[in-house]
């Protein structure tokens, strides 16, 4: 069975956050929640148009965590453009104090780059023991399903690997934002990858 997609229509509001659009007229389902991560090309929601289910993906270039939504989650008739939910890109994420949200905070000229999130709340941890390297380093090379780092919630560890649909299978690990060790929130941006052509 083919699988169709569209991409959201996006506008920039004035406050630094996004406006995510339906680009077509249909019925949405499955809006995501507030605090849910996405990356770009992420597919969001199914758009039923016509007896076709379409999915709904971000554009390459907004990533970001759903800050509010404008549609009831289920089964709600949209019309061409009609505002779905907000988006707040990755650097304008609540992250604590002024300071760790300064040296957390992506760097100017990173829209190009991919934000790792982490994949729930916990303790990050960059190697599988405390006397193994490090997973990966700043400036190496991951492909799809390269182990980033953990996340330990309650004694279970959660690996953090790269990939997932409508990302490019390889790139390089641009920015590491977290110390190890360190406790990180759920969608917390966790690594910047910068995808490979």
Do not use: W
């Not at 996004?18 to 680009?23: D, G, K, M, Q, T």
């Not at 949405?28 to 039923?48: H, K, M, Q």
């Not at 193994?132 to 919630?153: I, N």
């Amino acid at each position: 069975m083919a699988t169709y997609r569209l991409v959201a229509k996006v506008d920039s509001e004035p406050d630094g956050t996004f406006l995510v659009r339906s680009p077509a007229v249909g019925v949405a389902d499955g809006v995501p929640d507030v605090g849910v991560y996405l990356n770009p090309c992420a597919s969001f929601l199914t758009l039923g148009i016509l007896n076709r289910r379409y999915l709904v993906q971000l554009p390459r270039n907004v990533q970001g965590t759903v800050v509010g939504q404008l549609i009831d989650d289920t089964a709600t008739a949209v019309a061409y453009g009609q505002a779905l939910f907000r988006l707040s890109p990755v650097r304008d994420l609540g992250l604590g104090s002024t300071e760790e949200a300064e040296r957390q905070r992506a760097p100017s000229g990173t829209e190009d780059l991919i934000a790792v999130p982490s994949p729930s709340d916990g303790v990050f941890y960059r190697k599988p023991t405390p006397e193994s390297p490090s997973y990966v380093e700043e400036g190496g090379a991951v492909a799809t399903g390269t182990v980033l780092g953990l996340v330990e919630v309650m004694k279970s560890f959660n690996q953090i690997t790269y990939g997932g649909p409508g990302l490019p299978e390889q790139g390089t690990v641009a920015r590491i934002l977290v110390q190890d060790g360190a406790e990180v929130a759920f969608g917390q941006p966790l690594f910047l990858v910068r995808p490979h052509s």
